[in-house]
């Protein structure tokens, strides 16, 4: 079946760096999206990484390795803004449709 | 360029009832993809639309739910005889390509009283 693992809970003081992990086992992959959700509002998109490696887009940076199945979301220089929800999802269809993990809540303090 | 947008942001329905949420994707968009998310959950994916045409509703519940997209208006996802289980909030994304990135409205939270 498909299954994608997270911790649930990660705590960080402003200007930390903060490291959210995911672990994924689906029938299909074509690339692993992380996404930022405040509050129960909409989703956000943040990074995509079909192959490979390191993406970085600002403070944040995300890392695949398709041979282990793992995935990470890296955020520098906290900010108590980032204190928020964060999911991983697969795709695992040769379509946009998602599989997503039941979330990281990051709290941020000062 | 107006986001997705999802009406209406708030519903109360009793057992029994129908309940009826719409979905308008960002402008130029064709795709559109509908989840529904519990309390302390992440997203489940329930059907992948395009215009006028169901593509993958593998996670949708067979019975009292359904989906459409017409050539005109919004996305619309219906739920009749609605019971406590299906409160919830449920989000519409719409991506410009198949295999693009999606981007989500702000959610319909149902309440079933």
């Known amino acids: 079946g498909q299954s994608l693992e997270q911790p649930s809970e990660v705590t960080a003081v402003e200007g930390a760096i903060v490291q959210i992990n995911c672990t994924y086992q689906t029938s299909g992959f074509y690339g692993l999206s992380w996404y930022q959700q405040h509050d129960g509002g909409a989703p956000t998109f943040l990074s995509y990484?079909?192959?490979?490696g390191l993406e970085e887009t600002g403070r944040f940076s995300s890392f695949l390795s398709r041979s282990d199945s793992y995935g990470y979301l890296l955020l520098q220089e906290l900010q108590m803004k980032d204190s928020a929800s964060y999911f991983c999802?697969?795709?695992?269809?040769?379509?946009?449709?998602?599989?997503f993990g039941k979330g990281t809540m990051l709290l941020v303090s000062p | 360029n107006a986001g997705v947008m999802q009406n209406p942001r708030h519903l109360v329905r009793r057992r029994g009832q129908e309940a009826r949420l719409r979905c308008s994707p960002m402008k130029g968009h064709s795709h559109v993809y509908w989840y529904r998310q519990l309390p302390e959950e992440g997203l489940k994916f329930m059907v992948y639309l395009q215009k006028e045409n169901i593509i993958d509703e593998s996670g949708m519940p067979k019975e009292r739910f359904s989906a459409e997209f017409p050539k005109e208006g919004p996305s619309i996802l219906r739920i009749q005889q609605v019971v406590r289980g299906d409160s919830a909030a449920y989000f519409c994304a719409s991506s410009l390509r198949t295999d693009n990135e999606q981007f989500f409205g702000p959610g319909t939270r149902l309440t079933v009283l």
């Open positions: 990484n079909a192959l490979d």
């Open positions: 999802a697969v795709r695992d269809r040769g379509y946009s449709t998602l599989t």
